[in-house]
DNA sequence: CTCATTGTAATTCATGGTATTACAATGAGT
DNA sequence: ACTCATTGTAATACCATGAATTACAATGAG
């Protein structure tokens, strides 16, 4: 059990539109080459970026650009664009009233839980597009 | 997106035992009316549970019992247990090898990840079952 | 021996993520 | 104004996986 791809290609479209800035015109079709999966998907994660306030998209013409600096976006955001808000786990919906685990299990793990994912949010809130930019290059540099 | 009942499920199993220790005996099914969940999903997790060294169950006879005292199990045996040691997110299997961002992205990405399932980790490895069960009586005398 | 229970396999069902097709809307370039 | 590559989005299909369910041999105390 894992998280799904989105917040990977999320993270792989937002390089992608920072590494090829002024070099390729980024569309969606391009970014799909890159991460090697539909376009369609490509296009519907760079609305959530856009809606999240990480990317202006033009229609039309096509291509994506960063709106803001790569420092200033973090995984968090990135994270919080694409998957929806909710807890880390699912907890059973109808435990057994009847029983004092049961009916008290909800509350009781979704306090600890939650405490978790916020803690996961923070780590991801430290951890910017800029490094991971970095993080290529650096990557890049040591292949040669 | 989120991660499945298991770990929830497992966690209320050993509070039910640990809970009704010498009051009931606390076969598949008495647990899965606890939970509100299929019996044979309840002897599947035992099963891991008891590969994990958790707990003892009598097989013919019915029942289960912790092998460690509560303070000693924790969310992070219980998580272990039942989840198979993966990348917490999916990256793309097959990135474009053309690409300066597709033929890094799964070192890069994944060694950042894999540090924030690390601390994930670490902040079960905080949470004990006595904790929890400390909660849930908490949580029931608030009840009154 | 009996019988409730476990261990486990096999099957079905439902959900949700991803792929794919299709097409109207967009807007720079001519 | 027209063209055309591209976006935005809906609709559909496909598939993997989690959970429910059925079935039954193996277990072991009484």
New binding site residues.
Partial sequence: ?QF???MPVAAQILLCIAKFDGVF?T???FLASSVN?????I??T??QL?SAGLVE????????KLVKDPEKITLQEIFNAVEDDEDLF?IQDNPNPQCPVGRNIQQVLGRRLSTVKEHMLEDFSRITLADLLNDINNAEQNRQ
Avoid: D
């Fill in positions: 059990m799904s791809f989105r015109k569309t969606s079709n999966i539909n376009p369609v998907i296009r519907k760079l609305g856009k998209v033009a229609a039309g013409v096509g291509g994506a699912h």
